[in-house]
């Protein structure tokens, strides 16, 4: 059986399809439905569209590609926004699909689904305006927090100016308390860790930046750096996507911080995400 999986995020929407529970592909267009949100509350009404419109075209595509069943979720932006809901009735709309909009701790919960399966292990999932931290062992979750800060909601609040972004993230991250996190086998998932692997690697393939391990010295290294380009500069570099360009220095410099607060030496990234962890939570749902 063939099934699509459409995920709404707030910088971007992606799609992924699966076969028999095995990733065939996934393809992803940026559309920043989480712009602007930190100051306004809301979504504006041009990212509901181009939000929607994504939807559109990955659910067409999905179809012409023999999915038996398309299911679409959204995540941080539309449940926290006064007005996620009027995202939620434009894809229906335009595209008749329902649009499940998850918590904070169902989006940690898929993300480690999809990361590590059954295995022992931890997640750090930076998206564009949230951020989920989970830790499991032997089925049981140790820590599972979800904060209210991404790579897009940093860009609204402090731009380019590390100071700002420094002061942004401390206040969040302090809500993480004193759990230590480095003890476990870390991964990390998401547009920013995948950068700052693509990065390292002066290019990007899915199949290299899988697995690619990520020290904090260079974590750290690499949102110093960002910080010191122009976002001009940081298009130029190998393995930017474009589109991040302006983002990626605030999420680097967020993973850095994560990684210290949480005493992790390094992490591993994973292509393997909440993409893979939705379909196999309502696999298990039904």
Known sequence: MKIGIIDIGSNSVRLGMLADGKTLYKKLETTRLAEGLSKSGKLSQKSIERTASAVEEFLAEAKEEGADKVYAFATAAVRTAENGADLVSRVKQLCDIDVDVIGGELEAEIGVLGALGVKNGG???????????????????LFSKSLDIGAVRLNDVAGYDKDALER???EKIADLGKFTA?????????GTATTIAAIKHGFYSPEITHGTVLTFEEVERYATELLTLTVEEVRTLGGMQHD????????????????????????TVSEADNLE?????????K
Do not use: H
């Open 123 to 141: 997640v750090i999932d930076i998206g564009g305006a949230s951020t989920e931290v989970i830790v499991k062992k032997d089925g049981e979750y």
């Open 168 to 170: 942004a993230i401390s």
């Open 182 to 190: 480095g003890r476990y086998k870390m991964y990390a998932i998401g």
């Open 244 to 267: 991040r360009a302006d983002v990626i220095g605030g999420g680097c410099l967020l993973l850095a911080r994560l990684m210290q607060k949480l005493n992790i030496k390094s992490l």
């Open 277 to 285: 962890g939705y379909f196999a939570y309502i696999e298990g749902a």
